[in-house]
């Protein structure tokens, strides 16, 4: 690993130190509530959000439903885009077979997939669509993003890099998102500010 940045190399070493306990029954526990933030999961909250909204005959947890599942779309495309620009081993496989890559043209290997993290991607997409549409509702969403992003450190699924990428894609990916449902009429305006 000399031929890496001393960045990268910060990266790594705190990476490593965040996922040093991830057999530990109580962090192995822990890390099983990332499963949430997968894309599977937040696409069956957007629809089930929506369908609650068709049901009950509210407008509004209908368009946050639409918003969460379009969000989470954009970051998924993003984060799979960038996944096959770049190559990067994920912390796991670095502490069990001391094997560690990165680099540009990406790979077909989930091992070395580790650039951006999709979990945070599409989780702050999900958090920010859902908090667009319900305000009150941002220091909830805010907490469950960070709750997903310790998981995803302390499984040793990604380096804090990858989880700063993912962030700042589900925050890009709601914007474009949110604009695009703004042009079509899916979304009101937002009120202007004095």
């Known amino acids: 690993m000399s031929d890496i ?16 306990r991830r057999h530990d029954p109580l962090v192995h526990s822990f890390v099983k ?13 957007g629809l ?15 368009r946050a439903g639409v918003s969460v599942f379009c969000a ?20 796991h496989k670095l502490m069990e077979q001391g094997r560690y890559v990165s680099g540009a043209g990406g790979s077909e290997e989930k091992p070395e997939q580790s650039f951006p993290s999709g979990h945070m991607a599409a989780t702050v997409a999900a958090a920010r669509a859902l908090s667009d549409s319900f ?17 995803r450190l302390a499984k040793g699924a990604h380096w804090p890099a990858d989880i700063i990428a993912g962030i700042l894609i589900g ?9 695009a449902l703004r042009m079509l009429g899916v979304l009101p305006e937002p009120p202007r500010r004095r």
Do not use: C, F, N
Request: hydrophobic letters at 45%.
């Open 33 to 45: 509530v990332g499963t949430l933030g997968d894309q599977g999961p937040l696409y069956a909250a």
């Open 72 to 91: 989470v779309g954009v970051a998924h495309a993003a984060k799979t885009a960038v996944k096959k620009l770049i190559k990067r081993t994920r912390p």
């Open 48 to 62: 089930g959000v929506m369908l609650v909204g068709l049901v009950g005959r509210r407008a509004r947890l209908v």
């Open 171 to 179: 925050h890009v990916s709601e914007k474009v998102s949110g604009a």
């Open 135 to 151: 305000p009150g509702s941002t220091p909830w969403t805010t907490a469950a993003s960070g709750v997903i992003a310790l998981a």
């Open 5 to 20: 940045s001393s960045l990268e190399q910060a990266d790594v070493a705190l990476g490593v130190q965040l996922a040093s």
